[in-house]
């Protein structure tokens, strides 16, 4: 063998050498997937401890978010049930105020004397505001302010208007002036009452902080392109302004601009962001224009349906029908509080009727199976038997003797949505609230014996 010669190694070494490289890379896969293996696994059984605790973590949200959903429900009911009650108390009495306020208006004073009742029934006739706007917050908030959508005159809401607060403005010094478009001379399907709350909130607003000059109203109808129109009611005075930094504040709830317009003019700062409401549930909204020394004016819009034509709209609405006269009724109240049969009985004094007054539910269906009444003004919290069973015993008499139904008018304290149309659902005819108004108490008796058929 030649120097430096190299040996070839034989086929036996080779394969030796392959299977050991072979069996080292089997050995470090195998050792790298076991590995790999033990990684996942403990990934997995992290993932799996990670499930647990989210399962519990949402079982516990779960359970806080139902125990904060009662809790809210529970307040909400709670706020209801005591709103109920407040307005039930403060508006039984505060019917005998108003009540005796306009007796002692009937009942023929000097004029030193009716200065004095007409102090006494604004005064009254404020915190019955007060009241309402409180009530028709919580509505608002529940989702339950409700409409009535008839057929209206545009030209009838300025003549309300003008009535209402023409005589207070005048009162103060001021000029109250009126501009009326003709596009606004026509019939629109609204809902009155709450067009008019809208309006009356601008217009004493404008009334209470203007001190010299003159409170305008300006109405006009815009049509639009969907054959809809958008009233516009825009109320402008000469008073202070309001700051521009002021006036964002003016829509919310409970605020007014400055902490002394509440000790100064009194309000509960609810009646604009009301009325702001009111006109945004209908497709509008209030806004306002003011500076410093300039005066304000506030717009309120919203949209109605017009209806071509006036006189034609207005006798198909009401039939063509007229009211009945109260005169010569036969009239059964059911009333406990003694004061309240007072006022029932003055208000009731001037429409030449017959009127039997009872203390408790029972002895109203006594009377009831005893005389020919025309209809029954019912209150409804009263000792002993409610007004709710007599309705309901009355109610299945007349169905067991098939009589025709005597209408019943519920005349409560108990005035929030849910509580009149539990009077509804119990067979009444319909529902007058305390503070009694006596036109709105005529009118309401008239509406039932018109929806009976007529006078008997």
């Known amino acids: 063998m030649f120097l430096g010669q190299q040996i070839a190694p034989s086929t036996g070494e080779v394969s030796r050498r392959r299977y050991a490289r072979e069996r080292k890379a089997r050995e470090e896969a195998e050792s790298l997937l076991e590995a790999k293996s033990r990684e996942l696994f403990e990934s997995n059984q992290r993932l799996q401890r990670l499930l647990g605790s989210l399962e519990t973590a949402v079982k516990e949200r779960t359970r806080e978010l139902e125990e904060a959903r009662s809790a809210a429900e529970a307040a909400n009911e709670a706020k209801s049930i005591f ?75 300025v003549e309300s208007m003008q009535q209402q607060f023409g005589f207070r403005a005048r009162e103060k010094g001021l000029d109250f002036e009126v501009h009326f478009s003709d596009r606004a001379k026509s019939v629109v399907r609204t809902d009155p009452v709450r067009l008019q709350q ?8 404008a009334i209470k902080f203007t001190t010299s000059g003159c409170v305008r109203l300006k109405v006009d109808l815009l049509p639009r392109s969907d054959g809809r129109a958008r009233v516009v009611l825009t109320v402008s005075d000469t008073g202070p302004g309001i ?99 007072i006022v029932l009985r003055h208000m009731l004094k001037k429409f030449d009727l017959s009127l039997t007054i009872v203390s408790d539910g029972a002895e109203a269906v006594q009377e009831w199976e005893k005389g020919e009444f025309d209809l029954i003004l019912m209150d409804i919290n009263m000792p002993g038997m409610d007004g709710i069973e007599a309705t309901r015993q009355i109610r ?54 018109r929806t009976r058929g007529g006078l008997p």
């Open 243 to 341: 700051p521009k930094e002021q006036q964002a504040h003016l829509f919310q709830r409970f605020s007014q601009a400055n902490s002394s317009i509440t000790r100064q003019h009194g309000g509960t700062g609810l009646g604009l962001a009301i009325s702001r409401q009111i006109c945004e549930l209908q497709g509008g909204t209030v806004t306002l224009r003011s500076d410093v020394g300039q005066g304000a004016a506030f717009a309120a819009s919203l949209t109605v349906d017009v209806l071509a034509d006036k006189d034609t709209t207005l006798q198909a609405d009401t039939g063509g029908t007229t009211q009945p006269s109260l005169k010569g009724l036969n009239v059964l109240a059911a009333e406990d509080n003694k004061t309240n049969q």
């Open 83 to 157: 709103l109920a009650s407040i307005s039930h108390e403060i508006r039984t009495p505060l019917n005998g105020i108003l009540g005796m306020a306009q007796a002692l208006e009937d009942s023929g004073l000097l004029r030193e004397q009716r200065k004095l009742v007409e102090l006494l029934r604004d005064s009254g006739n404020l915190l019955l505001s007060l009241i309402n706007d409180v009530l028709d917050l919580s509505k608002i908030e529940a989702g339950k302010l409700d409409f009535e959508y008839i057929p209206y005159a545009l030209t009838d809401l």
């Open 396 to 449: 299945q008499c007349e169905y067991r003797n098939m009589s025709d139904p005597i209408p019943i008018l519920a005349v409560s304290a108990n005035a929030m949505v849910h509580q009149v149309a539990g009077y509804m659902s119990e067979g009444m005819s319909g529902h007058v609230p305390k503070p009694i108004s006596r036109d709105t108490l005529a009118t309401a008796m008239q509406s039932a014996l």
């Open 198 to 205: 809208v309006v009356g909130n601008l217009l004493s607003n």
